[in-house]
Structure formats: C-alpha cells, structure tokens
C-alpha cells in the first residue's frame, strides 16, 4: 500500500477571506467552489496539494481559539525560496509573526498568524 499527501481540509467562518488569503497572498488557485454536504466551500490547489475549505455544517460545534495547539492540528507549513522576502511581505501586508526568521537544523523558519488565527510555518531549506 503506497500513501501520498492529497489535501488538506480547513473549516472557516468567512468563506470569502480565507479564499482571497490562499489565492491573493499564499498563491494558491482556486479549482471550484462547492459544497462539502451541506456546506459551501471551495477547493483550492497550491502547487499540486489540494486545501479544501469550507464554512461550518449547521450544528456543528467549532473551537474559537487556535492560540495553541490541539490535538490533531498544529500549523500547516509552507516551504518558500526566501524566508525573509516572504516575512517583508507579510508583515507589511500586516501579518503577525510568533517567530521571526529562524535557524533551525538545515532550514530558516518562521511562524505566522494567518486568518482566522491558522498558524503557519514558513520554512526554506538550507544548502
């Protein structure tokens, strides 16, 4: 049996924002909205791995605060060129960084607040 990584699925409360934050800023394309079941979404493609989000289904009881981990999420990590371009940018798009550009064992990392409080890692290996 042979696994690869296919998507990932993020449930939001602004559809519209967490969209224009993957395609406007991250890159990402959008594929299609739809529904998953009985709520609206959309499916995104970045670089090949699908991000499929979606609004919360009717009844559906959510956490309001990602300020810290949970079990079966952390971040989502996001490989670039240039940490430290995409800090700039970020920052002066006005987002928060938990970490600035960071060494670490063979990669430059940082963390950021996305929308909806996502934390995100930026990581670009190094030679």
Same mark, same amino acid.
């Not at 939001?12 to 800023?25: A, K, N, P, S």
């Not at 063979?106 to 670009?124: D, H, R, S, W």
């Given at each position: 049996m042979t696994y690869s990584f296919h998507h !990932?699925?993020? !449930?939001?409360?602004?559809? *519209?924002? %967490?969209?224009?934050?993957?395609? *406007? &800023?991250i890159g990402a394309?959008? &594929?299609?909205? +739809?529904k998953f079941g009985t709520a609206e979404g959309a499916a995104l493609d970045l670089q090949g /791995? @699908?991000?499929?989000?979606r609004i919360a289904r009717e009844g559906e =009881?959510? +956490?309001?605060?990602?300020t810290q981990s949970t079990y079966g999420y952390d971040h989502i990590g996001l490989q670039v060129e240039d940490v430290q371009a995409a800090y700039d940018d970020l920052t002066? +798009?006005?987002?928060?960084?938990?970490? #600035? #550009?960071t060494k670490s064992v063979? &990669?430059? /990392?940082?963390?950021?607040? @996305? #929308? *909806?409080?996502?934390?995100? =890692?930026? %990581?670009?290996p190094l030679d």
């Open positions: !990932v699925h993020l !449930v939001c409360r602004d559809l *519209e924002q %967490m969209i224009d934050f993957f395609v *406007e &800023v394309k959008l &594929v299609k909205r +739809r /791995i @699908g991000i499929n989000l =009881e959510t +956490r309001d605060n990602l002066n +798009r006005g987002y928060y960084f938990l970490t #600035p #550009p063979g &990669v430059l /990392i940082a963390f950021f607040k @996305g #929308p *909806e409080n996502i934390t995100i =890692e930026l %990581m670009q």
